[in-house]
C-alpha cells in the first residue's frame, strides 16, 4: 500500500509562482511512477505532468514551459514548481502514485487559485 499527501497550494496572484509537494508512504519501493493532476470546476480531471524513476517527465502541453515536475531519489517526495501562473490554472491538484503491482494512489488534492 501507498499513500500520498499534497501541499502547498494556495492563492497567487497571475504571473506568479507556487511549489506544490506530495509525499509518499508505505511501500515506496513499488512507485514506478508519480503524476500531478488538476481539476477545474466543471471540467474532466487532466494530467499535468509525470516522472518515472530514471527522472523522465512528460507535461501537458498547457503547462509546457511553465512547470517542473521532480522526485527525489527514493520517489517519497515529488515537487511541482509552477511558474507564470495563469487564471486557467486554478483547479485542485491531486498527485497520484502508479505502482507495479497496478494501483493507482490518489491524494486528497490541494487548492491553487489564481487571481489578482
Known amino acids: 500500500q501507498v499513500q500520498v499527501v499534497e501541499s502547498g497550494g494556495g492563492l497567487v496572484q497571475p504571473g506568479g509562482s507556487l511549489r506544490l509537494s506530495c509525499a509518499a508512504s508505505g511501500n515506496i519501493f513499488s512507485i514506478y511512477r508519480m503524476n500531478w493532476f488538476r481539476q477545474a470546476p466543471g471540467k474532466q480531471r487532466e494530467l499535468v505532468a509525470d516522472i518515472n524513476r530514471s527522472g523522465s517527465a512528460n507535461y501537458a502541453d498547457s503547462v509546457k514551459g511553465r512547470f517542473t515536475i521532480s522526485a527525489d531519489n527514493a520517489m517519497n517526495w515529488v515537487y511541482l514548481q509552477m511558474s507564470s501562473l495563469k487564471p486557467e490554472d486554478t483547479a485542485v491538484y491531486y498527485c497520484?502514485?502508479?505502482?507495479?503491482?497496478?494501483?493507482?494512489?490518489w491524494g486528497q488534492g490541494t487548492q491553487v487559485t489564481v487571481s489578482s
Open positions: 497520484r502514485a502508479d505502482t507495479t503491482n497496478g494501483m493507482r494512489n
